[in-house]
């Protein structure tokens, strides 16, 4: 079992930056990739950048150039993930999730689409606030 936890949230201005981390604990052994999703106030929660454990990133056209995605990959296990968000705009608002994939497969074979949809991952963390104000 993988219990992931997130931290860094927090409010800044257009233009701003901030840096989210997200620690797994447990069998981080069997995690595949790693991913940031986001829920923005009445929207359905969205993928915005993927990590997968060969160091193959994917990203969100919507942030793509403005966010980064990094993690630990130490002795071939995945445990932690970080995004670095700069140029935040308004439309960034929401609670960022962090989840955890177990399929080996890279992103770099998957689609957009595949690699930032939900049903790839079945682990969860709690969610961190962020709050980009004009």
């Known amino acids: 079992q993988v219990i992931l936890m997130e931290s860094g949230g927090g409010s800044v201005q257009t233009g701003g930056s901030l840096r989210l981390s997200c620690e797994a604990s447990?069998?981080?052994?069997?995690?595949?990739?790693m991913a940031w999703f986001r829920q923005s106030p009445g929207k359905e929660r969205e993928g915005v950048a993927v990590l997968s454990k060969d160091g193959a990133t994917l990203y969100a056209e919507s942030v793509k150039g403005r966010f980064t995605v990094s993690g630990n990959n130490t002795k071939n296990t995945l445990n932690s993930l970080n995004l670095l968000m700069s140029s935040l705009q308004p439309e960034d608002t929401g609670m960022y999730y962090c989840?955890?994939?177990?399929?080996?497969?890279?992103?770099?074979?998957?689609?957009?689409?595949?690699?930032?949809?939900?049903?790839?991952?079945?682990?969860w963390g709690q969610g961190t606030q962020v709050t980009v104000s004009s």
């Open positions: 447990g069998d981080t052994y069997t995690i595949g990739r």
């Open positions: 989840a955890a994939g177990y399929s080996l497969l890279s992103v770099r074979l998957m689609t957009a689409i595949r690699a930032l949809g939900e049903k790839e991952y079945r682990t």
